[in-house]
């Protein structure tokens, strides 16, 4: 059955993987991943955290650490990308 099964070319697999390259890196879904991971770090410090409050303080603030961290990192990187191509 193995040899009726006719593979892509290369190019068609390097399309389909730029394509996937390019939606696994777009700053929509790591924002997404990061409130995903801020979420869980919230539940983490619940023993710290008593409050509903408090929790939600926490996850305010290290949802937006996380996401100013990353702003700051791909701004550095379209920089150096910038200047490397110059």
């Not at 394509?19 to 929509?28: F, I, L, P, R």
């Not at 770090?41 to 996850?59: C, D, E, N, Q």
Request: with cysteine; glycine share 4%.
């Amino acid at each position: 059955m193995r040899f009726l099964y006719k593979r892509q070319s290369i190019g068609e697999l390097e399309e389909d993987l730029a394509q996937v390259w390019q939606v696994m890196s777009s700053g929509w879904l790591v924002l997404i991943d990061l409130l995903f991971y801020s979420f869980i770090l919230t539940l983490l410090t619940s023993p710290v955290t008593f409050t509903v409050t408090r929790m939600t303080g926490t996850f305010i603030i290290i949802y937006f650490s996380l996401a100013c961290l990353f702003l700051l990192i791909r701004k550095a990187a379209k920089g150096k990308d910038a200047d490397h191509i110059r």
